[in-house]
């Protein structure tokens, strides 16, 4: 239980390391009959690899997934799925002068207080680079949810540093380097990010991520709230350091006959709940919003210690994401489906099928 | 595994309803030998209970607390320990005339639809009366930790709807009903919750709370991050809508050079992370921000369905807190307790006693 | 995790000691909608109570089961359900004199060192009382499994100390106090135990249970095995040294030509196999057979140490059941009822309602 | 949760079939700072590997493992140890003839009505093959558990068939393919096996392992029992019926006063309990015996039916095992070292380093 484990029944199991041989993860508790091939995983990898803009880390990765068990004649047979990606452009030396110090920011200091070794190259463990198995085991679950209730996942950026990007249409996220929902400020953000890059900086982002058409009742009334597993999987996320469901911190401000949604034959009037009231899911979107703090391995030298305890200057070369939230969409995105897919497990567990004796009113909140 | 259980070695299981005859819960793993009987957790819980102030819920319950198990003359035997805090101001009726609706922003939707059934007695399960046990078995963390570590743990609002609290000090926070830590705003505060009140309204609030003396090395790299856990933990108190770390939201906005806390011999230069750095304790005070929203229990009519999916108008009577966030200070700490309690004892058990050979730098940022 | 939880998705988590103020259970993960009220628990609490005759232990408890929660008008709402029962014929002064020596074969030894402290009124956690609440617990899964599928328990005394006693009827098990399923044997078993108790010693015993019209398909290839999780919930049990599934230990002489049962269209021709192929349930009845070592609180006097670690002689006084096997079978019982019941919650999460695409041949073996 | 990780502190995930890629496992919470290669879990593998003599299955593979993840510089890190081996010598058309029929006494029937899917190929995941991964898991926590504690494991067959193998040394462990304490009887299990693979038929077998030098007070009273952990592990191995710990089935005609074993200053004086009271280790060497049936795949023509439920003979070809316990003493070894290296953890985190301040006695009893 040093916690690699994610989810209670659609368990995924992550294993690996930045610059190790190979990363992945098994998957134990998939309905079996699900038709499954590899073909199915590497497009949300795809979303999420390196090395697709100059924006991004440089790092040239495939992310080729391989299904190493669990699956028979194409389809899910019910016992464990390995995902194995092999890791193929790693370049250790790049980090060869960090082991002796701390940088600001980083987890260097955590690792080796706690553990009292770490693996220095490229992070180790805690590189984000481990979120490619979440995103595979995302896929699965993703499937298997739009096959079973019509469920769908997708997200965008809404804050790039100060810049905050307006939503225009889902339709433009696919179609910029940063998942943003507006075409027309994807020139500001690049030259912002250009900017920064040759200042040796880095910078913050605000992700929005939501699932459609998900089933009512989905959760439990403590403590595996909907809502609190979903917070504890999106703070799990690599610098992640705040998360929102439905109105979030605006809620401080608001009253209760403005927040709460009132319900109509024809559905939810609005949808400050985000989708959950109680930790049980009402069948309306569910929203969520993390902050993501800029990257720490930055070019510019700041102060720190050794490993001697005395003061030195850090700087960092190599290889980094000068914002990590560029590549976060795919990757909460993952992590919101694996929520659900264990909710929706637990849910036929207890309550067995999806109730259908009480009138439901449509999720979604009238545009 | 519907969920009742918090914690993985430190695990505590909770049952109760609102109006049933009795709340509680199960810690199971504290270490034994530790000095404890009920006055240890009869102080948390009552600044945590109800009717003590005319700004919440005029429901009387003395919230006292029996351990009936797990101690042994005095002290802990490393057996489960049950609290047990019998319900003694039950008034059901107040909500005969909710059992055919559902209250906008209230788990009554869900619970019927997930369930088939609920418990309308004061919310049944969903009401925030199940975090009283909660609070005692936090007392519990709480002594452990001071004992062994050093350990506090405090908090106080920050926000109480739109009215910002400006800190001015510690000290005034056990002096007024709303944990603020300004004796000046109080005033403003109870006219605010008067007039409010007077509306039939309810509001949000913003509560922050921290821990000092925090060993560094609690956590674990994915996913059961420090960070994570704690979110988990304070998005599974009812009502809470957002959760942050350290700089939270304002992260976004940051660039590396500013968010990344840099190191001296003398201790860290600033506290951005929040006291986490890839999901390990950094010895820094951690540092929780959430959003709790407004009641949704209001008397101010509302539209909704009728569990026939007809339309009607809702307005609940009877005793409510139209702030709930005004009694959420002690129940955060309590959380943030048992997340650090429940980590400090996964630590032991992978990396054994907390690690002293690298020197440690002080963990708290200079004022 | 100091492990009073148990199963995964029905899970139990037990809590008390012999002589505290009560001891009891939380049910947490019980479906909604099911009836429940005491009367369904009390009988199966009354089968296993002490002081019903004098070749048990005369203690006078009556063992009455009080609801706490997860009940409403008579149905479980699908929240936790605390069982709570009232100790009420403590005497602690019988255990004065072993404070300060080991018990032979008790786990005062164990304890003591674990925990640098122990309980030592009437054995504390490790009494056999604490199975009480398993029992109850197992009253709410043998009700559900009943109802869902037709699933009954039963199970008697095979062997007493050296008295094998052959198999009659099932008849004959509730008119003993020894659950045999032979009359005319019972009163060779009443003036065994009379002697054994004018000698001061005790005895083991062989537990026979089965449970009937089980669905197929419960279990998991690895590791939580239908018969491994079986093995765990019996070996569990206070005094139980050994478990066997089905054939179990004759099948180590066994071929496969006579072990493997023969399958036919009116079902399989034996039951070597004791109901579990590959972790999994095959229909069959499900056959388990346990062995129960003698009491270690005996009145013979036995070498021993003292707390210093220096020799001393040890005798037992106080109210002892001379053979803890015979009120073993409903604790036997009620364990295998919630394993089964657990899997069923399972065998739902992971692959919905029970399969009936392919032809199901009878369970039960031709007598 | 479909049951593939096992442990609660230090975590087995295992994942594979028998005829795919390739097998493995994830090992979570392994403590940092061990020094670990291939050459240390390999010779336990290399004693468990198919084809090394005539009397197991011919299959020939190298179970050639690959740690893929947690090792950096030769020492774990804390962080997930991957474990994979590759499977080298599939030859699936062997089981073609089965697809449509079920063998009696094997996991077909149940897998098939589990999960409408089975993999055949090599009886897929039910196949004794999947104990590789653990015995390489295994590998690691005796090591860990020898450095920490001087903690040994051996074991060695008791009984093949009707021939019960009286014990002389283990030093004649190594030394015959069956792992037989005892030269002189080799030859007559070897035309015993002989007879048998000619006659197409199978047999079972007893194999006893046992813990030395096993630090008193690991396990829990209820229901993490460490005799309960250890009969789970066991009936987990495949085709395992039976459990027995110490005395085992011998005490159900024990009196108290033979069974419970009694302390001096010198130790122990004898060992019924087989190393655990109360559910916790006494420092005795823990001692197992367990049963495993004859394998159900054999030549022989036996009766069963095929998917539509119509009768059909089954007579199965390829390569099977004539008594899989011949190859399972360092599988139950494996598995016991998992259990203990569980439980060590496990006491860690509650109760911190061993105890030293009672004084203890030698746990291992005078020859």
Known sequence: MSGSTFGTLFRVTNFGESHGPAI?????????G?????????????????????HVTQRNEPDAVEILSGVYEGHTTGTPICLLIRNTDQR?????????????GHADYTYWHKYGIRDPRGGG????????????????AKKWLRQQYGTTFRGCMTQLGEIEIPFESWDHVPHNPFFAPNAGIVPQLESYMDALRKAGDSVGARIHV??????????????DKLDADIAYAMMGINAVKGVEIGAGFASVAQKGTE?????????????????????ISTGQ????????????????????????????????????????????TPIAEAMLALVLMDHALRHRAQCGDVRVDTPRIPGRAPD
Do not use: W
């Not at 992945?24 to 079996?32: L, Q, S």
């Not at 680079?129 to 699965?140: D, E, I």
């Open 92 to 104: 250790s030396k790049d980090y060869g002068n960090i082991l002796q110090t701390f940088r600001p």
């Open 259 to 279: 927040h709460g949604d009132e319900l109509t034959p024809q559905g939810f009037r609005s949808n400050h709940a985000g989708g959950v009231l109680g930790g």
């Open 125 to 140: 463990r805690s590189s984000a680079r481990l979120t490619a198995p979440m995103v595979g085991a995302g896929a699965v």
């Open 285 to 328: 979107d569910i929203t969520v919003s993390i902050a993501i703090k800029p990257t720490s391995s930055i070019r510019t030298p700041r102060a720190s210690i050794d490993l001697a305890g005395q003061p030195v200057t850090v700087e960092t070369h190599g290889r980094h994401d000068p914002c990590v939230g560029i590549r976060a």
């Open 24 to 32: 992945g993860c098994v998957i134990d508790g998939c309905p079996p």
């Open 34 to 54: 699900l038709e499954l091939s590899e073909a199915d995983i590497q497009p949300d990898l795809d979303r999420r690899r390196p090395g697709t803009s100059r």
């Open 210 to 223: 939501e699932a459609c058409n998900v089933p009512v009742g989905l959760g439990a009334p403590l403590f």
